[in-house]
């Protein structure tokens, strides 16, 4: 996406003046808000966020979240400031990794047997699913590109369980791991939901087609050791399709062509 909303160092440093701040770089990553990555004068460094719309109670109440999970053992950013429509988070220490391997599958599953369990009795009256006006969009596909609509139209009437909070994005550019050991961010479009539609887009988003069989047996063997709610091998692939369908669609209307969908759509 790039830089939407611009800000100068100096500017920053009147916002924020007990951090510190003599650094301030842009960020290419995210699809909607702005991200900057400051660093400090004692080199430690922040992820600062504008958001692009008017989700002020939505940040506060996600910042709120982002801190329960921390203070659960989860390597979640959490919120330290906040001045004028600027949002200041830790930013967690890793890379995203050139290649997955089986330490990787381990730690996300893992990760997301302890989120699930953390979440599975919050009460969410934001709907994961309600992010997105699937009919709308379905139209336009229907309009633009139809035979990937006629692949896709089954999400017509797509619906979810709400076993808790969900994240519902965790693909691998909001995810860094230190070692073996995963971090998440960008929580702030999460919302009730399946777990294991959220387990589906994680294991998607990290298993080749290749290791698929392999990394989602090893994946429900890990996450059934913790999680409040036990998934089979069936219901995590089926999720897995459902997964790859819905954002097969919402690439086609993001990038409005089906060049980012066809990886997804098998």
Avoid at 69 to 80: C, D, H, K, W, Y
Avoid at 130 to 158: R, T
Avoid at 199 to 227: D, E
Wanted: hydrophobic share 35%.
């Amino acid at each position: 996406m790039g830089i939407k909303t611009h800000i100068t160092l100096q500017e920053v440093q009147t916002l924020f003046p007990s951090f510190s701040i003599t650094s301030i770089s842009p960020t290419k990553d995210g699809v909607i808000d702005t991200t900057y990555i400051v660093t400090t004068r004692h080199h430690k460094e922040y992820i600062l966020k504008h958001y692009e719309r008017d989700i002020t109670t939505q940040v506060l109440q996600d910042a709120s979240r982002l801190s329960f999970f921390a203070s659960s053992g989860l390597r979640v950013p959490v919120l330290e400031a906040q001045k004028q429509g600027w949002y200041l988070y830790t930013k967690l220490s890793g890379e995203v990794p050139k290649s997955i391997n089986t330490q990787h599958i381990v730690s996300l599953a893992r990760f997301m047997a302890t989120l699930h369990t953390h979440s599975v009795k919050t009460k969410e009256q934001k709907l994961f699913i309600d992010n997105y006006p699937l009919k709308k969009i379905l139209h336009y596909a229907k309009h633009n590109f139809f035979a990937y609509y006629k692949k896709l139209q089954s999400l017509q009437n797509y619906t979810q369980s709400n076993d808790g909070f969900i994240h519902g994005d965790i693909f691998k550019d909001n995810c860094v791991f230190d070692g073996n050991i995963i971090g998440v961010f960008d929580f702030i479009d999460g919302g009730g939901g399946s777990f294991a539609f959220d387990c589906g887009v994680a294991l998607m988003a990290f298993s080749p087609p290749t290791r698929n069989y392999y990394n989602t047996q090893l994946f429900v063997r890990i996450y059934n050791q913790k999680a409040p709610k036990k998934l089979s091998y069936k219901e995590l692939d089926n999720a897995m399709q459902e997964a790859r369908q819905l954002y097969a669609l919402l690439r086609i209307n993001h990038h409005k062509s089906t060049k980012k969908a066809k990886a997804l759509v098998l």
